[in-house]
């Protein structure tokens, strides 16, 4: 497709309020993308713009794929909608099949929702529902970890650990407590892939247990791999240890796998590389491939069975959402799957990790570069902060990026992290390493 096709730019900025993005400086300088296909973006004015960061973290499969696109033009086509209480139509249960198939051991039940912090409200409440029907209802705080990224839900926003995504937002959830990060510069910097520092930070859950007793504990909550905070890997052994002590402390481990689902690790989810049964794990952008917004929950056969008692005319879980299994994102799900088989681009994602490891970790020396991080295909690079000017070198890096070098970068705080979708080349990968590279130079 040619990239000169142009399309209007508004000619108004304000009416829309742009999340997580400072509204007046984009504003004043728009990045906007109007066109997508493969590993690139078209701006309005047709220039191309190579994707660094998978859409955000959710493109896969790479952009505008067409047995994507064709499903997705199909089921409009077919059926809008079908309620999602009380009725299904048939897609869902396929693809709520598929999904299980491809997670690991009897996490084999999917609840479907739209996005990844509705995910993590599912899954939370679910938890807190599951100890309540078992007759432990006392178990009801929830462990998330500092440093973590649930969405923006105020379940996921409580046991998040990110200060700013908290501060202004009340009380939020009271009986939460939190986990230590499992980052450390001093003993990890760059590393590839699982440091080898930092298992023994697991075990501060068994202080936060000796401190509020089991039996007020429903769930923990992890990210396997920390993506929005910068990438950060687990240590090895660490998701293991806590998998241990939740074992013997009956408290439900929750894997919110919505970046490292489906293939970003190299692998259907995370916790097949680790090798940890989770009892639920959450999983949203990848599924779809970024397509047409879509969440959800797995959950372990014992979890599900515990909820199927009862008179059967009687709701087991009083939850769910009008969009639950929406048909347009069960078709585009089907047929993301569908292509990540067909490419085996989990597979792909694996083979390339050592490359790209080394394109990443190519950077190191480059002035204020502080650490790399690399596992599956994914990279976080943490830059020095301007002094009295937190996060700001690392925005001019991804506005330079964007205008002057023709990529797509991802930031937080003065982390640049990269994760391309799972199609990319070689060639593609030095690419992205040579721009980024010129980025860092030019803001430093
Ligand atoms: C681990 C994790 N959980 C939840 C979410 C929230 O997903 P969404 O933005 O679709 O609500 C994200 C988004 O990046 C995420 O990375």
């Not at 939020?172 to 990890?188: C, I, K, M």
Request: aromatic letters at 8%.
């Amino acid at each position: 497709m040619s990239s000169a096709r142009a399309v209007a730019v508004p000619n108004d900025l304000e009416a829309y309020w742009i999340p997580f993005t400072p509204n007046r400086a984009f504003k004043a300088a728009p990045r906007l993308i109007a066109r997508s296909k493969g590993m690139h973006y078209y701006t309005p004015d047709g220039r191309a713009v190579l994707d660094g960061i998978a859409g955000m973290w959710c493109t896969n499969a790479g952009h505008n794929r067409d047995p994507i696109v064709a499903a997705i033009r199909a089921e409009a086509g077919e059926l809008d909608y079908a309620p999602a209480f009380q009725f299904s139509h048939p897609k869902a249960f396929e693809l709520a099949s598929r999904v299980a198939a491809l997670a690991p051991g009897d996490l084999d039940h999917v609840f479907f929702c739209n996005s990844g912090s509705e995910a993590v409200d599912t899954a939370l409440k679910i938890a807190l529902a599951y100890h309540n029907i078992r007759g432990e209802g006392a178990r009801s705080r929830l462990i998330g970890r500092e440093r973590g990224y649930h969405g923006v839900g105020f379940g996921g926003i409580s046991v998040g650990g990110i200060v700013g995504n908290r501060k202004f937002f009340g009380t939020l959830l009271t009986g939460v407590d939190h986990l230590p990060a499992t980052y450390n510069r001093e003993q990890q910097a760059f590393s590839k892939g699982e440091p080898e520092w930092g298992a023994h930070l697991a075990d501060e859950l068994e202080r936060i247990v000796a401190l509020h007793d089991a039996s007020t504990i429903a769930a923990v909550i992890v990210e396997p791999m920390a993506g929005s905070t910068g990438v950060l890997p687990p240590p090895k052994g660490y998701l293991q240890r806590l998998r241990a002590i939740c074992d013997r402390h009956r408290i439900l481990l929750i894997f919110d796998e919505v970046i490292t689902g489906f293939g970003r690790l190299g692998h259907a989810f995370a916790a097949e590389r680790y090798g940890v049964l989770p009892d639920l794990i959450t999983f949203a952008k990848g599924v779809t491939s970024g397509s047409v917004p879509m969440g959800g929950v797995i959950v372990r056969a014992p979890i599900y069975e515990t909820f199927m008692r009862g008179p059967e005319h009687v709701i087991e879980l009083t939850h769910g959402y009008t969009y639950s299994a929406h048909p347009l994102a069960c078709a585009a799900a089907l047929a993301t799957l569908d292509l990540y088989r067909d490419e085996g681009l989990f597979e792909r994602a694996r083979k390339l990790e050592s490359i790209w490891a080394d394109a990443a970790h190519g950077l190191k020396g480059l002035p204020n570069v502080l650490d790399i991080r690399t596992v599956g295909l994914t990279a976080g690079i943490d830059l020095a902060s301007r002094p009295d000017a937190v996060g700001r070198r690392a925005y001019d890096a991804m506005t330079k990026a964007f205008f002057e070098e023709n990529i797509v970068i991802r930031i937080t705080g003065d982390t640049i992290a990269l994760t391309p979708p799972l199609i990319v080349s070689e060639g593609e990968i030095a690419e992205i390493f040579e721009r980024v590279g010129r980025v860092i130079r030019a803001v430093a």
